[in-house]
């Protein structure tokens, strides 16, 4: 079974610096991968979603996809202390199959 | 644009009961989905629904029934809460499972059982 490991667990970074996330998975036979942002107490909002090796940005939110290192990661540019969250990272295996990853939780400091 | 929503947003629950969650969106999305979110794990599938009146099984359907009333509505039923569990039990939609559509997410029922 597919599974997802993100690091690191938690992150600090200062407003303005770039934020780094990492999640790896155990094989590379999916199609589908997505970022999720999760305020406190709300639900996931989808960040960036990413089906082909490479480079997807969308605004300050940049996703990296390498399959054949089954690893995927997201970079915030320029985070905000308002992007202060948990960040979830999620791939689709199969149809109506998605296996997520327990999340970082980011804080942005002023 | 749309939104789904989730009530009750917290469920207080005694160990032995049968509590029911309800979730309701305006997207008019086919597919429908209920998850667990524990403290420290990953989201885990519960049951889903690809169009009214079809419910699936997920990794974590033991000890939950569901129901997709129609299209735009769908009930979870924890079917004897468990002493001490708490769990956020996210509520989500999609038009479709192929072709790379998005799934939407509800803001989460938070259940504490005592």
């Known amino acids: 079974q597919q599974k997802v490991q993100q690091s690191p667990e938690s992150l600090t970074v200062s407003e303005g610096a770039m934020a780094s996330l990492n999640c790896t998975f155990s094989d590379g036979t999916s199609d589908n991968f997505r970022w999720y942002r999760q305020h406190s107490g709300k639900g996931l909002e989808v960040l960036v979603s990413i089906f082909s090796d490479g480079e997807k940005e969308e605004g300050r939110f940049t996703a990296h996809l390498n399959r054949a290192s089954l690893h995927v990661s997201l970079h915030i540019r320029e985070p905000q202390p308002s992007d202060s969250a948990v960040y979830l990272c999620?791939?689709?295996?199969?149809?109506?199959?998605?296996?997520f990853g327990a999340g970082t939780r980011l804080k942005v400091i002023a | 644009g749309g939104i789904i929503t989730q009530t009750p947003k917290f469920l207080i629950g005694q160990e032995g009961q049968k509590l029911t969650l309800k979730c309701q969106q305006n997207?008019?999305?086919?597919?429908m989905y209920w998850y667990r979110q524990d403290s420290g794990k990953g989201l885990r599938l519960i049951y889903y629904?690809?169009?009214?009146?079809?419910?699936q099984k997920g990794d974590l359907s033991e000890g939950y029934d569901a129901s997709r009333e129609k299209k735009s509505s769908f009930s979870l039923t924890v079917t004897s809460a468990q002493k001490n569990e708490m769990a956020v039990f996210l509520c989500?939609?999609?038009?479709?499972?192929?072709?790379?559509?998005?799934?939407?997410f509800g803001p989460g029922t938070r259940l504490t059982v005592l």
């Open positions: 989500a939609s999609s038009p479709r499972d192929w072709g790379g559509y998005e799934q939407y």
């Open positions: 999620a791939i689709q295996p199969g149809n109506y199959k998605y296996v």
């Open positions: 629904s690809i169009t009214e009146n079809d419910l």
């Open positions: 997207f008019n999305h086919d597919t």
